[in-house]
């Protein structure tokens, strides 16, 4: 069973085909990141735009890469994500689907960042996955492929926005996350005691007064802060994001009984957040699946993943969906 993905929901073009649910034949993601860093974020009708420019070639190339092999089905992103950039998506998919005479799958772009995990390694269930990204910060608990409780998810910034918002802050540059990773391992975790945004007694998240605390910190440093400064800044922020993301996951693992977590979405390429959820896991007897740092971001492959589940199930229809910019995360719905 061999499944093409089609991945557009914000500011990567991407599609891959995935065999069995097993094997990546190809995956090709053209990033757009030049186009927004002058903007020092994304710009949703030049992203919608892009991928009208892009999606053709890419596709192309993504058959290409593996002989052109016959597919089974064609997914695409659904939703979450922007409204313009989902919809050239799903127009392509269609139009696919249709040329191929094979079935369409509407995929919720969260649930392909918990399966994004199952193309470098095995998913066991039940499971709690953190999902950190730009544009989310969820915690999800899992007892089989389409069956999902959200337990809780940011109230404000997501924890990928943050990064993005502090390096700005900084005169850093665009993405923040990556630049944010690389300048902290030369700086001082314990230099800043910032807030952890617990929030007790709710899974929930927020992020907004952590950000607000390093605004804080850079005007009371004057003219601005110099280079060690600013590492010891990057350290002590990504410190903060960290054990907040990690106390959480941990507390929900041994809460729910859950010895399996994983970790998705484009931040679960953060150095130090994948080195601690590691070591704590270890510490409680919780294993924590993590995909690749290439397949946290935005991709085809995972979406192609997703969909495969749907294929399998027969008791679940497949069929695609409308998009929706705001597409909650639920089980597969039946009929």
């Not at 089905?73 to 799903?90: E, I």
């Not at 998919?93 to 079935?103: E, I, R």
């Not at 106390?247 to 399996?260: I, L, N, P, S």
């Not at 971001?297 to 995972?302: E, F, L, S």
């Amino acid at each position: 069973m061999r499944v093409l993905g089609i991945e557009t929901s914000c500011d990567e073009t991407a599609a891959a085909i995935v065999e069995n649910g097993r094997s990546i034949l190809s995956n090709v993601v053209s990033s757009q990141v030049a186009l927004h860093r002058k903007y020092r974020g994304i710009v949703p009708e030049l992203a919608s735009r892009a991928h009208l420019q892009k999606i053709a070639g890419v596709v192309e190339r993504a058959f290409g890469d593996c002989g052109n092999p016959q597919v089974d089905a064609v997914a695409y992103t659904q939703g979450p994500g922007l409204m313009g950039s989902l919809l050239v998506g799903k127009v392509a998919a269609q139009t696919l689907a249709h040329m191929l005479d094979c079935p369409l799958i509407g995929v919720n772009h969260l649930e392909g960042h918990i399966f994004a995990v199952e193309l470098s390694q095995k998913l066991r269930f039940p499971l709690i996955a953190l999902i950190v990204s730009g544009g989310h910060t969820d915690l999800i608990l899992s007892f089989k492929p389409g069956r999902y409780r959200v337990l809780g998810r940011t109230r404000d910034d997501a924890a990928g926005e943050a990064f993005d918002k502090v390096a700005r802050l900084l005169n850093l540059g665009y993405p923040g996350g990556p630049i944010i990773d690389r300048l902290a391992k030369k700086g001082d975790p314990a230099a800043v005691k910032f807030p952890r945004p617990l929030m007790p007694e709710t899974w929930d998240f927020s992020f907004a007064g952590l950000k607000t605390a390093v605004l804080y910190r850079v005007q009371r440093l004057g003219n601005g802060p110099r280079p060690c400064e600013i590492h010891d800044l990057c350290a002590s922020f990504q410190e903060a994001v960290v054990d907040t993301l990690a106390a959480k996951v941990m507390a929900a693992a041994q809460k729910f009984g859950v010895k399996d977590v994983v970790l998705g979405g484009g931040v679960a390429a953060n150095s130090r957040l994948r080195e601690v959820c590691a070591v704590r896991g270890f510490d409680r007897g919780i294993r924590v699946a993590m995909p690749p740092p290439s397949l946290c971001t935005d991709n085809g492959a995972m979406i192609a993943q997703a969909a495969t589940h749907r294929l399998m199930d027969k008791s679940r229809p497949v069929r695609g969906f409308r998009c929706d910019p705001s597409l909650p995360f639920q089980n597969w719905a039946i009929g």
